[in-house]
């Protein structure tokens, strides 16, 4: 089985349509693929009414990647399988997501402190229906040729954790999100703990802390980890009990990962499903609930 845990749709800050993504995970040879846009579940909805269409045997997995941050430094919180309408995490969520504009807002106005002609209308016509985030104002950045690549906006000179243009918002406690999580069914899984190249990451003794307090897994197998990475937190996952995973982190053309570029093992998966009660991974037409 290839089994993709970390894709994003134009609900937040991806470039496929929920529908679309779907359809590109059946075509890229994929079994199970979870949508996790940024601290929404609004992609659900059209990515299984597209799965219903496929005579495929692809699984959706439905989910989210709350923004999280621990004593100042950013974190991101996969989470899966939760009920989406549990109270407590709905209002959260909606906190994180309302903050998105006025955050967006108050980059551009940092850019065009730095002589950078970027204008709120340009960020939002690329954002579109998605949550406006960053990779947004990457985007126009690009557009204006400011930088060459996406990738090259998250720099401390830009928009990376602290840059000169950074501005935070509400993000949850990780403490709190895997609470939360666990309350409305869901598992949880740290995301990319190790992306270096994001800005700073938060120490393995505080990866630690959130196993203990009921941490399910770390991403390990990503594109941001180097293999050197990638064998350390295996060992960290060995060492804590804890679930690993790997995942693509696709974003359509915004990035250069592909679906299935990292792929998480079946029996990981399987526990994974097992965990959740808050809600059913969706079988495609052609197969069966995994």
Same mark, same amino acid.
């Given at each position: ?109 940092? =850019?065009? !402190? *730095? #002589? &950078? ?15 406006? %985030? +960053? ?5 126009? =950045?690009? !557009? *204006? #040729? &400011? ?15 602290? %840059? +000169? ?126």
């Amino acid at each position: 089985m290839r089994i993709d845990l970390h894709t994003h749709s134009t609900a937040s800050d991806g470039t496929d349509t929920p529908a679309e993504l779907v359809r590109n995970a059946a075509a890229a040879g994929l079994d199970v693929v979870a949508l996790t846009d940024h601290d929404t579940t609004r992609g659900h909805a059209a990515a299984a009414a597209a799965l219903s269409e496929l005579s495929t045997g692809l699984t959706l997995v439905t989910g989210a990647e709350l923004s999280c941050r621990l004593d100042g430094t950013p974190l991101h919180m996969l989470a899966y399988l939760f009920d989406p309408e549990e109270p407590e995490l709905l209002r959260e969520r909606e906190l994180v997501r309302d903050d998105r504009v006025p955050r967006a807002r108050g980059m551009v106005g940092k =850019l065009q !402190e *730095l #002589g &950078v002609p970027v204008a709120w209308e340009q960020v939002a016509r690329i954002a579109g229906d998605g949550s406006v %985030g +960053r990779p947004h104002i990457a985007e126009a =950045l690009v !557009e *204006l #040729g &400011v930088v060459r690549t996406v990738s090259d906006a998250f720099t401390p000179e830009w928009i990376a954790n602290d %840059g +000169r243009a950074y501005v935070e918002k509400h993000e949850l406690d990780p403490f709190e999100a895997i609470r939360l999580v666990k309350a409305a069914g869901g598992v949880t899984v740290f995301a990319h703990p190790l992306a270096v190249k994001r800005g700073a990451c938060v120490p393995e003794s505080a990866v630690a802390e959130l196993a203990a307090a009921g941490l399910d897994g770390i991403e390990a197998d990503h594109m941001d980890h180097d293999q050197a990475t990638r064998t350390r937190l295996h060992g960290l996952a060995a060492d804590l009990g804890l679930l690993v995973t790997g995942s693509s982190d696709y974003h359509g053309s915004r990035k250069t990962c592909v679906l299935g570029e990292f792929t998480t093992d079946p029996e990981i998966y399987g526990e994974i499903t097992r965990r959740a009660t808050g809600a059913f991974p969706v079988p495609g037409a052609g197969g069966t609930r995994s």
